[in-house]
């Protein structure tokens, strides 16, 4: 089964910069879609951004033209880019990989605090 790792994560003054990593066990080649999802305090989990095994992007407005999401299936490895940092962006960032077979795997999150 595979299993996901966040590292990344940190404290950054607003208009910063982070990136965040998601380390998979196995192959994520062909198989899994991946994401990134947040949960803020007071707020759902939403998602922020997700990418498909060809590549193909989908961002929350909130994040559109400021976050960028990849993965590298070499390095069984998913990025989550994130410029322009604000006070909004604080959460816990949860790396997901979603099969429809398999169901949903969590990693264990990671935190981002955006303040000056």
């Known amino acids: 089964q595979v299993q996901l790792v966040e590292s990344g994560g940190g404290l950054v003054q607003p208009g910063g910069s982070l990136r965040l990593s998601c380390a998979a066990s196995?192959?994520?080649?062909?198989?899994?879609?991946m994401g990134w999802y947040r949960q803020a305090p007071g707020k759902q989990r939403e998602l922020v951004a997700n990418?498909?095994?060809?590549?193909?992007?989908n961002y929350a407005d909130s994040v559109k033209g400021r976050f960028t999401i990849s993965r590298d299936n070499a390095k069984n490895t998913v990025y989550l880019q994130m410029n322009y940092l604000e006070p909004e962006d604080t959460a816990v960032y949860y790396c997901?990989?979603?099969?429809?077979?398999?169901?949903?795997?969590w990693g264990q999150g990671t935190q981002v605090t955006v303040s000056s």
């Open positions: 990418i498909g095994s060809g590549g193909r992007t």
């Open positions: 196995g192959s994520i080649s062909n198989i899994w879609n």
């Open positions: 997901n990989a979603h099969n429809a077979w398999l169901g949903d795997k």
